[in-house]
């Protein structure tokens, strides 16, 4: 019996090791799971995000910003500020500025491409062409030279621009104006409030439907036939403007609206999500309260987790085989912000934990107890009468 109870004994101390160690170790999730959490360029007026080549880049009111590294890289020495636009075409990645259009190099080195001086408002790679938006017009790059599209016999201020096969879409202050190329003909396609912004669906089965962010009113309006018709598409969307749209990788369903959010006693913030496709929106409590986003971008990516090894000072950073979606957030003086949706069994720990962290202290301290109860069984008297008993029969 003494045996037996000895590797009862050994079995609880096994057992008592791991769960102290497990009490011990302290393990952090990504800050910005489930919440939306301050990234980087705290106190900048970022306008646009773009990942290039697998680096992150923040066009700012300062400068244009490497975010791939730990800490955001110093700006582009050579780029005139503020940067309000970055794109690429798989070969060249352009910077659209308040002083004209500039080409990135491989090597870090800023070149003029075009416009130089003129105030660009919007920079876009759409329907396989190269389009800019400026205070007298909108723009097409030809051969490397940049050809002013409309109007073409006076100036007007373009807010923003997308393409469609056979010409262009452009946003203005009185709304939206298609352009067919091919018929050198121009006609209003939406009449009303400012537009801050064309963006075309970036979900493969709605690739030709494009968004509008509108300021006020129907804040965000699509159209599926390349712009000649519009309709609101922002149900339930409570912001004073709309800027971009972004869909879940994972789940095409689920978007997210950026813009002007304002603070209504709901704390209600600069982004809102659509589980249905974009046909209602809704919002929770967040950081972005009374914030303007400018921008958005998504990706996926594993899931990176912290841990910190008991009675040790290191900690070690251990990347999951689970991919998470991670959306960011252009902001309007609040630099990067960053959201993580949390897979569905993280969601689940996490409502559990509150009761997690009431238990283990007392699951440790009932596996001390009975490390205790069957030491006492081993050395006390029970145990020693057993072994003179035994000893007396032999």
Same mark, same amino acid.
């Given at each position: ?48 995000? *773009? ?8 066009? *700012? ?5 490497? /975010? ?47 416009? $130089? ?15 800019? *938006? ?19 016999? #006076?100036?007007?201020?373009?807010? @923003? ?25 121009? +006609?209003?396609?939406? +009449? ?12 493969? #089965? ?10 006020? %009113? ?48 709901? /704390? ?8 249905? %496709?974009?046909?209602? =929106? #809704? ?22 987790? @912290?841990? %910190? =090894? ?6 070690? !950073? ?6 998470? @979606? ?18 569905? $069994? ?5 409502? /559990?934990?509150? $009761? ?30 057993? !072994? ?7």
């Amino acid at each position: 019996m003494a045996g037996r109870d000895r590797g009862h004994l050994r079995y609880l101390a096994l057992v008592g090791l791991v769960a102290l160690l497990w009490w011990q170790t302290d393990m952090t999730l990504p800050p910005d799971l489930g919440g939306w959490r301050p990234a980087a360029l705290p106190g900048e007026l970022v306008y646009d995000l *773009a990942e290039i080549e697998g680096d992150r880049y923040a066009a *700012a009111h300062t400068g244009l910003y490497d /975010l791939s590294g730990e800490e955001p890289a110093e700006p582009f020495g050579d780029l005139p500020t503020p940067v309000v636009r970055i794109a690429q075409d798989g070969k060249a990645v352009l910077a659209g500025t308040y002083h004209g259009i500039y080409r990135l190099g491989v090597e870090g080195d800023v070149s003029l491409d075009g416009l $130089a001086e003129q105030r660009v408002n919007d920079l876009a790679h759409s329907a396989s062409r190269w389009l800019a *938006a400026t205070d007298d017009g909108a723009y097409e790059r030809v051969e490397g030279d940049w050809v002013r599209r409309w109007p073409l016999d #006076e100036d007007a201020r373009v807010l @923003t621009i997308a393409g469609w096969e056979g010409g262009l879409l452009v946003g203005t202050r009185d709304g939206i104006t298609r352009v067919d190329l091919d018929r050198e003909v121009a +006609e209003q396609a939406w +009449e009303g409030e400012v537009v801050r912004s064309l963006i075309p669906d970036d979900r493969d #089965e709605q690739a030709g439907r494009i968004w509008a962010g509108i300021v006020e %009113g129907d804040v965000l309006l699509a159209s599926d036939d390349d712009g000649r018709s519009w309709e609101a598409a922002g149900d339930g969307i409570r912001l004073l403007s709309a800027q971009d749209v972004r869909s879940d990788p994972a789940d095409p369903d689920r978007l997210v609206v950026g813009g002007t959010g304002v603070d209504d006693g709901e /704390l209600l913030g600069g982004v809102m999500t659509s589980e249905d %496709g974009g046909r209602t =929106w #809704e919002s929770e409590p967040n950081r972005l309260s009374n914030t303007h986003v400018y921008r958005l971008a998504v990706d996926r990516e594993p899931l990176t987790v @912290t841990v %910190g =090894w008991p009675f040790t000072a290191r900690a070690t !950073s251990v990347v999951l085989p689970v991919d998470i @979606t991670r959306f960011r957030a252009a902001t309007n003086g609040a630099g990067v912000y960053t959201f993580a949706d949390p897979p569905t $069994a993280l969601s689940m720990l996490a409502t /559990l934990q509150p $009761a997690v962290r009431v238990v283990e202290p007392l699951v440790v301290g009932g596996i001390f107890l009975a490390l205790v109860w069957q030491l006492a069984r081993i050395s006390g008297p029970v145990a020693g009468s057993r !072994s003179r008993d035994t000893g007396s029969r032999s």
